[in-house]
């Protein structure tokens, strides 16, 4: 019984402090309970069970109403304290009954004792639901007054973030490129236009165009796209998106909503919204997907895009790619074609007899289209030369070169599939773009530059930029896109870097013009959010592939590591991963402190799992101590704060908050973030009545005027 009176004692000090009437009545009823105990004559058992029962429901009781103000008591929490008490009164009935004397009561005992304990079970049943829900009540109004606060703070931090243009988020077509010559690929074209147009039931198509390189992919989906038939099918939804610029599944995202008009932050929700909402449907090409999806570690993410780009019900995809394999992320329509293979002797000779105006008796032509095994993009590439050189000088030069240099960049035997570096070597050499001074230097530089080059763009390196594109673009080494801009197909870009990798010389104009778009990033957060968002995804292909460069071939530059950072933040802005140089800057030997500081933060907001953001901003905060600039130091305690658990963060979120205060009024924005965060962990430590005035503090300080210094920090929140 001693256990009993100690509950007692417990539920005493929680009933005087509730000053509820009905936890008084179970007190004295449980202690009736347990002197009655005392004198039972019979069943002593049984006596031990109930009491042990009761026992149980003290200190239940006292569990559930500790820490309970007597306000916070309704109609329902009292009655379900008083059915409490009845089942107990009921406890005290049959234990009362075992000290009577005789034979009835005692035929009569079992019975009473299992109906006293499921009558008392079922009290305690109906008391802890009551708790249960009266605690969820008590939550959710502090949860509810903690969300208008927080909504406070967002609309605080938000306001000067641009105002969402409806135009953004819409669909905007543009004129496609022309179909082309196609020769040779007519069977396939009736393939898949059956698989669009007249196969209702397979609707949405999901094609991929499979080959080698210079097979005619692109020749055959533009032919596809600008069908009478596609046309009436889709009208003017039809787009043509190359991923050719595309290195990384960011990149292939930046391609294709630069190219369809999306713009803003969120472009992944944002394209997928705009592609669902219209009630047309969509003709979607992407050109030389190959790119992005084969850089092996974007692979997952690719086809995980490519996935919610299938997903929608009103979108048909038609993929070129270079090769035989097809990516995993949706279902493709059925027959799937097979990989193109090589054009018969009779179409090559009608493509080069076409771009080349020849007859076709040119002596030896045969043999020496027998030589390009049939690939279209060579043969063309052959033919385009033929325009202005002699048949015989071509056939020379082909004969003293061989196969010998012109192999594409591939493991295991060299087969006819590998024989496009022949057609790219023959342009390069060509006498167009041997005789045009600059020509070959810029083909280079274009090595570099998947968006291409606007010819207005001035380089110390070239007298006439637009002189050497021309040459460029009568050899069918570049093309000016729908930007207007100058560009090279990506086989031929990385024949060049192979090659002839262009010197340093070409590169160093560019640092000046990348660090120059880097002011532009900071502005980011500002009303101007969306239209610098625009100029700068647009940017970024060439920034990363210049920078990839760089960080590979002139690891003593320092200047690649800074952009890289620098843009890390515009590609938070816009939900796009980051970028793979990011990691590579901060081992590289010539990064500064300051550098490597810049780019943990920006690694912190990246990290994967709660313990390696933890393990990047301790290392963040080690960094910033070592360089001793205060404001630094006070970043690095705010990320490592928030990375921390509740219970460890508080203390260093109050050392940040400390150190912004010290710094003065210009980091009030600061303040107030310290300020919003503390209220977050402390309110995870079920401290919710300081939770919330660390909120009410936040804006407060968030809705002072402020002019706060530009910080990683800031433009990161």
Not at 284 to 305: A, I, K, M
Not at 552 to 574: G, K, Q
């Amino acid at each position: 019984m001693a256990t009993g009176l100690f509950a007692i004692q417990a539920l005493r000090q929680v009933g005087n402090l509730s000053g509820v009437p009905a936890v008084q009545a179970i007190l004295g009823t449980a202690s009736l309970i347990f002197e009655s105990a005392k004198v039972a004559r019979s069943n002593r058992l049984a006596c031990i069970r109930v009491i042990q029962l009761v026992n149980e429901t003290l200190n239940i009781v006292q569990s559930e109403l500790g820490g309970t103000d007597a306000n916070d008591f309704n109609g329902e929490a009292i009655d379900s304290l008083k059915q409490l008490n009845r089942a107990l009164e009921s406890v005290l009935d049959f234990l009362q009954y075992q000290s009577q004397p005789g034979l009835l009561h005692r035929l009569q005992e079992h019975s009473s004792e299992r109906q006293a304990r499921d009558e008392l079970s079922r009290a305690i049943s109906a008391f802890q639901s009551e708790c249960a829900i009266h605690l969820h009540r008590r939550i959710n109004i502090l949860q509810e007054r903690r969300t208008r606060v927080q909504i406070q703070t967002l609309d605080i931090l938000n306001a000067t973030a641009s105002e969402t243009d409806d135009a953004s988020s819409h669909l905007h077509p543009r004129s496609l490129p022309s179909a082309g010559l196609l020769i040779g690929r007519n069977a396939e074209q009736r393939v898949i236009l059956n698989q669009i147009c007249t196969a209702p039931s397979s609707f949405p198509a999901r094609i991929v165009i499979l080959g080698g390189g210079g097979m005619g992919k692109s020749t055959l989906a533009l032919s596809v796209l600008n069908h009478p038939s596609i046309v009436d099918e889709f009208g003017d939804h039809r787009f043509f998106i190359s991923c050719e610029s595309a290195t990384s599944a960011g990149g292939l995202l930046a391609d294709i909503t630069s190219h369809v008009g999306i713009s803003g932050d969120q472009l992944r929700k944002r394209l997928l919204a705009a592609l669902a909402s219209t009630s047309r449907k969509i003709m979607l090409v992407l050109d030389n997907f190959e790119t992005p999806w084969e850089v092996v570690d974007q692979r997952v993410e690719t086809e995980r895009f490519l996935g919610e780009l299938a997903s929608l019900s009103n979108v048909s995809l038609l993929l070129t790619m270079r090769g035989s394999e097809r990516p995993i992320g949706a279902s493709w329509s059925v027959p799937v074609l097979e990989p193109l293979g090589a054009l018969d002797l009779e179409a090559s000779r009608q493509i080069f007899c076409t771009v080349s105006s020849l007859s076709g008796d040119e002596e030896e032509l045969e043999q020496f289209l027998e030589l390009l095994d049939g690939i279209p993009l060579a043969v063309t590439l052959a033919a385009n030369m033929a325009c202005t050189e002699p048949f015989a000088i071509i056939l020379q030069r082909w004969q003293e070169e061989g196969t010998k240099s012109l192999q594409a960049e591939r493991s295991g035997p060299v087969t006819r599939m590998s024989s496009l570096d022949v057609s790219i070597k023959l342009s390069v050499e060509s006498t167009r773009v041997v005789s045009t001074p600059g020509a070959f230097e810029l083909l280079q530089l274009l090595a570099l530059l998947p968006n291409g080059l606007s010819e207005q763009y001035s380089h110390l390196s070239f007298k006439s930029i637009r002189r050497a594109a021309s040459a460029l673009k009568s050899a069918l080494l570049a093309s000016s896109d729908c930007h207007g801009r100058t560009r090279s197909l990506t086989p031929i870009r990385l024949y060049v870097l192979r090659h002839h990798p262009p010197p340093y010389s070409l590169i160093v104009p560019l640092e000046r013009e990348y660090l120059d778009l880097t002011t532009i990033i900071r502005k980011l957060g500002t009303s101007r959010t969306r239209d610098l968002l625009a100029q700068l995804t647009s940017e970024w292909a060439n920034v990363e592939s210049v920078c990839g460069y760089c960080l590979d071939n002139f690891c003593e530059a320092e200047w690649p590591i800074s952009v890289v950072t620098e843009f890390e933040t515009m590609l938070f802005f816009a939900g796009m991963p980051e970028s793979p140089h990011l990691a590579r800057g901060s081992s590289n030997p010539v990064a500064s402190l300051r550098q490597q500081l810049a780019i943990l933060f920006r690694q912190i907001r990246r990290a994967p799992t709660k313990l390696e953001e933890t393990i990047s901003a301790r290392k963040a905060m080690d960094l910033a101590q070592t360089i001793g600039d205060d404001d630094l130091i006070a970043e690095a305690g705010y990320l490592l704060g928030t990375a921390l658990p509740a219970v460890e963060a508080v203390e260093v979120l109050q050392r940040a908050l400390a150190s912004y205060e010290q710094l003065g009024d210009q980091y009030l924005i600061q303040q107030g973030q310290c300020w919003n965060r503390l209220g977050i962990k402390t309110f995870f430590t079920n401290n919710f009545i300081q939770s919330l005035r660390y909120s009410s503090k936040a804006v407060a300080c968030l809705k002072q005027p402020t002019t706060s210094p530009e910080s990683s920090l800031l433009r990161s929140t």
